[in-house]
């Protein structure tokens, strides 16, 4: 017996219905949309989907029956969250045409991470102070951005949204007892407080957490002008000591108290023991945070979790230094802290740049101890936070990376990633030309697959490529989800090369796609004097003495083994594009990011031929050499100059705060790049 051509949603509660629950009601715009929503008199011998909730599956636990002989299918959750897994999962098949014909029970599934975060930096009080960051003030008090946002979440699998500020109680709370505090008037307060209920709202609308994150030590403004305190408060200077005063003690363990009180929907919040924390010991630190913030979250009318940092600094200072005791400590914190809700910490996977290479190499302060998660805590749980400050521009999809990521270190005691950027606020889309067909509006929609990408494999590693390929196929046409998702995996590997060859500390030591470094761009010197993350890749010193002593190199990848591995990746990459390399419309834009990244691989293979070639013509002093690495030099200029091309015709200059006060496009530094060629000498410079 067929199942029935129509279906009719029927929520087991009213916090499930359609009107009040976006999930279903995607689920029944996609049944509408396919034909098979049933209405008037197809409502008779229809299908029936219910939605249910049984908590004895665990938060976020799905599981979706088979389709019976009389038509009915039951999605069961958890909680809302699985509820909200199960709308989508069911509403993918029905918009791939496999519901309700070859659909088959589900049995019970649970997200391989229970934390998939998406970090969003604020504007206000923001970590650094920049025109990149400021830009977006006026889109994040828009709440269509917000909504836009979480529904897009949803959709990806990403279950918390993370939102990071020096000190965000200023424009979020009022501090009954610390009138002296507030910055805005009562109206504008006013409207602060009703934009985040209603982010809040609309995070657990669609079963995502929502955490406020902060760091310490900082008041608001008009305290610090009231009493003469923290100075630094004025313009946000977040290196350096602290004040630590009964005073702002007390002001900020209410600021704690006030946030969870007045936000019933904010599920939690997270803290770090660094930044104007300097002249502090860690012992200090921590003790601070005991009495602060865990006090404060004590002294609230309700429940909420908490993410811990443990300091990212050994000695007084708040440079990031740390030591195996220092995180022998932070352990001993978290597993002596009692906090009314969940207890888990975030730990920077690779620094700034969390995709540079799947194996932890190096964290915020150096190289990486396995204290806080060997032997595996029970106390607290630990996460990965994958940075990105290494492309803002040029989109990527690699999931082989991800999945080897999730692999190598989704070991036990992790319970999920954060991923996002502290130098770039996926909001208003200041990098699209907007002549140029683009069909979105906010940045996070201009890297849609980055975020699917993360999400659904953090929900489920075994998600096969053929899923983003549908995805690809649904938002630009039927046959070109394959090619361009082998093509992006291909040239994915590019700024992972980059960042390897490289190496990198913190956010401004390396800007990936534009071959950038804290000095400006990348130079042979550079190049030269470059010491990879990972150890068996050899430097070009290290190449060129085995190559003199005729010492074997086996099981080390060479720089020009490296060179010719990114030309292998870029040929496969646009051999896999070319059946669309014609597109038009915003399919465009996609694969022309492909084509940038290719000329980038190019210009940067060729740059590390020429600078083998240089350091082999000074220690043989030949000239012609020399003339060799000039010649392979002028050629990545060329490739530099064609990728400056291909990107101006769809994107902007945009601020970028590697660069400072100067905007970054590959044609702004076009003129650097060129003025290299002629300084080549055969003495290295003083």
């Known amino acids: 017996m067929p199942p029935p051509r129509h279906f009719s949603l029927h929520p087991s509660e009213d916090r499930l219905a359609p009107d009040r629950f976006p999930p279903a009601a995607w689920l029944m715009e996609s049944l509408e949309r396919a034909g098979r929503l049933a209405r008037g008199r197809e409502m008779e011998g229809a299908g029936r989907i219910r939605l249910e909730i049984d908590s004895s599956l665990g938060p976020e636990a799905l599981r979706i029956s088979g389709v019976t002989p009389d038509g009915k299918a039951v999605v069961t959750g958890g909680d809302v969250a699985g509820v909200a897994r199960g709308c989508l999962d069911l509403r993918d098949a029905v918009r791939a045409e496999t519901f309700p014909e070859g659909w088959a029970a589900r049995g019970e599934h649970r997200p391989a991470f229970s934390v998939r975060a998406l970090k969003i930096n604020l504007p206000w009080a923001s970590y650094r102070q920049h025109a990149s960051l400021d830009q977006h003030g006026e889109t994040m008090r828009n709440p269509d951005f917000w909504e836009r946002l979480l529904d897009f979440m949803a959709e990806c699998r990403l279950n918390l949204l993370s939102l990071w500020s020096l000190h965000p109680f200023y424009y979020m709370v009022d501090l009954p007892d610390y009138p002296e505090a507030r910055t805005f008037s009562e109206a504008e307060m006013a409207q602060w407080q009703a934009l985040w209920l209603r982010v ?11 955490h406020v994150f902060f760091w310490n030590i900082f008041v608001s403004p008009a305290f610090a002008r009231h009493h003469g305190v923290c100075s630094y408060c004025h313009d946000w200077d977040y290196i350096g000591d602290g004040e630590t005063s009964p005073l702002i003690e007390a002001y900020n363990r209410a600021c704690v108290r006030t946030l969870i009180d007045t936000y019933e929907d904010l599920t939690g919040i997270g803290v770090a023991m660094s930044e104007r924390m300097g002249g502090m010991t860690a012992e200090e630190r921590a003790d601070w945070i005991e009495r602060v913030t865990v006090a404060g979250m004590s002294e609230a009318r309700r429940p909420a979790d908490l993410c811990l940092r443990i300091p990212h600094s050994a000695g007084l200072d708040n440079a990031g230094k740390t030591t195996r005791e220092s995180e022998l400590l932070g352990r001993r914190l978290l597993e002596r802290v009692r906090v009314p809700g969940r207890l888990w910490t975030e730990v920077k996977f690779n620094w700034s740049h969390g995709h540079s290479t799947p194996r932890l190499r190096k964290i915020h302060g150096g190289p990486p101890t396995d204290v806080l998660w060997n032997p595996p805590p029970t106390a607290y749980e630990v996460s990965w936070m994958v940075r990105n400050e290494d492309f803002f521009v040029l989109r990527w999809g690699e999931p082989d990376f991800i999945r080897e990521h999730l692999r190598i270190n989704g070991i036990p005691g992790v319970c999920g990633y954060f991923i996002g950027s502290e130098c770039h606020i996926p909001a208003r889309d200041a990098i699209t030309r907007p002549e140029t067909g683009a069909d979105w509006t906010y940045g996070f929609e201009r890297s849609w697959l980055f975020h699917h990408l993360w999400g659904r494999l953090l929900c489920d590693p075994r998600t096969p490529d053929s899923v983003f390929e549908d995805l690809i196929d649904r938002r630009h046409g039927v046959g070109t989800g394959r090619p361009l998702l082998k093509a992006m995996r291909r040239v994915g590997a590019i700024p992972r090369f980059i960042a390897i060859f490289l190496n990198f500390t913190w956010d401004h030591t390396l800007y990936a796609e534009g071959l950038l470094v804290r000095e400006g ?3 042979l010197e550079r190049l030269i004097a470059s010491e990879p993350i990972e150890p068996d890749w050899l430097s070009i010193p290290a190449f060129l003495d085995a190559e003199s002593a005729g010492r074997p190199v086996e099981g080390k990848r060479t720089p020009p083994e490296l060179a010719g591995k990114i030309e292998s990746e870029v040929r496969a990459a646009l051999a896999a594009l070319e059946p669309i390399a014609e597109a038009s419309g915003p399919l465009a834009h996609e694969v022309a990011d492909v084509q940038a990244w290719a000329l980038l691989g190019r210009c940067f293979a060729d740059k590390v031929r020429a600078a083998v070639e240089l350091a082999r013509a000074r220690r043989e002093q030949s000239p012609e050499r020399l003339e060799h690495a000039r010649t392979l030099l002028a050629r990545a200029v060329g490739h530099w ?42 003495e290295p410079p003083a």
């Open 641 to 682: 100059v064609e990728l400056a091309r291909l990107t101006e015709e769809r994107t902007r200059p945009i601020p970028l705060q590697i660069l400072g006060d100067r905007l970054f496009s590959w044609r702004e530094l076009e003129a650097d790049v060129r003025a290299e060629v002629q300084r080549l000498s055969l």
């Open 521 to 523: 761009p990348v130079t």
């Open 200 to 210: 809040f709202a609309l995070a657990r609308e669609r079963g995502i957490q929502s």
